[in-house]
């Protein structure tokens, strides 16, 4: 019986996944986005947010934890350098997971993950999107232009 266990081993064995974790997060840490399957998609954010959480103290206990991890000096470099300053203030949710279809081959769900604060396309239709209500959010952008021609044949009057 499963009786809680949470883990899912991915039809692997112990070691075999070990490495297999290590290189995907290695992977997601240089690359910022991949892609694969599903269930590899969600194994990994379980694994690799501990390890961003780990990073926000630069400490050198905390670099060997994370590198016993990743085993990757690249890897935990460019963890500790770029990703941990730029996820400081974010409380969790470092990772995003999308669906993205199926593979040709064997049909399998295939997903891509990525790092929140490195997706530049939605971190500028974010910034850039104004909310507007449903009163007024129209109406709100064309007053401007009702008043400019109403004042101009009042300068064309006191010039005369």
């Given at each position: 019986m499963r009786h809680n266990r949470s883990l899912n081993h991915l039809g692997r064995k112990s070691g075999n996944r070990k490495a297999l974790m290590s290189n995907l997060a290695t992977s997601l840490i240089l690359h910022k986005r991949i892609t694969t399957t599903v269930a590899k998609?969600?194994?990994l954010k379980s694994y690799v947010?501990?390890?961003?959480?780990?990073s926000k103290e630069d400490t050198t206990h905390s670099r060997?934890?994370?590198f016993s991890y990743l085993k990757d000096k690249k890897a935990v470099a460019e963890l500790f350098r770029t990703v941990a300053p730029k996820i400081a203030d974010r409380p969790g949710g470092y990772t995003r997971?999308?669906?993205?279809?199926?593979?040709?081959?064997?049909?399998?769900e295939m997903a891509l993950i990525e790092l929140v604060d490195f997706n530049e396309a939605a971190l500028a239709t974010t910034k850039t999107a104004k909310k507007?209500?449903?009163r007024g959010g129209k109406?709100?952008?064309e007053?401007?232009?009702?008043?400019?021609?109403a004042e101009a044949p009042a300068e064309e009057k006191a010039a005369e």
């Open positions: 998609a969600k194994a947010e501990p390890l961003i959480t780990k060997r934890v994370v997971v999308l669906h993205v279809g199926f593979r040709a081959g064997d049909a399998a507007t209500t449903r109406k709100a952008a007053a401007p232009k009702a008043e400019a021609p």
